[in-house]
T-cell receptor
Framework: GGIITQTPKFLIGQEGQKLTLKCQQNFNHDTMYWYRQDSGKGLRLIYYSITENDLQKGDLSEGYDASREKKSSFSLTVTSAQKNEMAVFLC?????????????FGPGTRLLVL | QQKVQQSPESLIVPEGAMTSLNCTFSDSASQYFAWYRQHSGKAPKALMSIFSNGEKEEGRFTIHLNKASLHFSLHIRDSQPSDSALYLCAVRASGSWQLIFGSGTQLTVMP
């Protein structure tokens, strides 16, 4: 088994601020993902990384940057936080991509922008 | 692009009831279908998946898939309060690696 750790659990920011969310996995999985979850909406893909040093944009990448520093870690940056923004950011990993592999999720980072 | 929709948005059932959750998708050539469950404040966790038309049962949980009608469903037999959670369906279209998630059904099982 393995685990995905996300830090911080809660993040309160100011409008216009740059905010960074971190994710670590010990599954030794190749592929990692960042999703955004809003109330009443499904998970929307922001960025994904097929392997170390790879970076691919998802449907919701505008306003975000990402970095796959090493195989086990994947960071997401909100480049300019939007006032009253409130969402949960979920990190996930899977053994492979383009396959039928199960995605394993972390517990999320809850963002609130004042 | 693949569209995935779930119904109902929320559902309250008594303990012991049979619960049915529905998911529709737009691409009949889709190849992978999964259900995830997310307890409040926790990570989504994969429940079951299916690749071809038909039915698959694991314990109290059963998936039905009908590609022609663009519909798949999750049935929970003898629902328990611990089943109370947000249920998300996910579909991977043909020729795509990306999983598209529905918006979820919030299930509450009353003791």
């Amino acid at each position: 088994g393995g685990i995905i750790t996300q830090t911080p659990k809660f993040l309160i920011g100011q409008e216009g601020q740059k905010l960074t969310l971190k994710c670590q996995q010990n599954f030794n999985h190749d592929t990692m993902y960042w999703y955004r979850q809003d109330s009443g909406k499904g998970l929307r893909l922001i960025y994904y990384s097929i392997t170390e040093n790879d970076l691919q944009k998802g449907d919701l990448s505008e306003g975000y940057d990402a970095s796959r520093e090493k195989k086990s870690s994947f960071s997401l940056t909100v480049t300019s936080a939007q006032k009253n923004e409130m969402a949960v950011f979920l990190c996930a990993s899977s053994r492979d991509w383009g396959n039928q592999d199960t995605q394993y999720f972390g517990p999320g980072t809850r963002l609130l922008v004042l | 692009q693949q569209k995935v929709q779930q119904s109902p948005e929320s559902l309250i059932v008594p303990e012991g009831a049979m619960t049915s959750l529905n998911c529709t998708f737009s691409d009949s050539a889709s190849q992978y279908f999964a259900w995830y469950r997310q307890h409040s404040g926790k990570a989504p966790k994969a429940l079951m998946s299916i690749f071809s038309n038909g039915e698959k049962e694991e314990g109290r949980f059963t998936i039905h898939l009908n590609k022609a009608s663009l519909h798949f469903s999750l049935h929970i037999r003898d629902s328990q309060p611990s089943d109370s959670a947000l249920y998300l369906c996910a579909v991977r279209a043909s020729g795509s690696w990306q999983l598209i998630f529905g918006s979820g059904t919030q299930l509450t099982v009353m003791p």
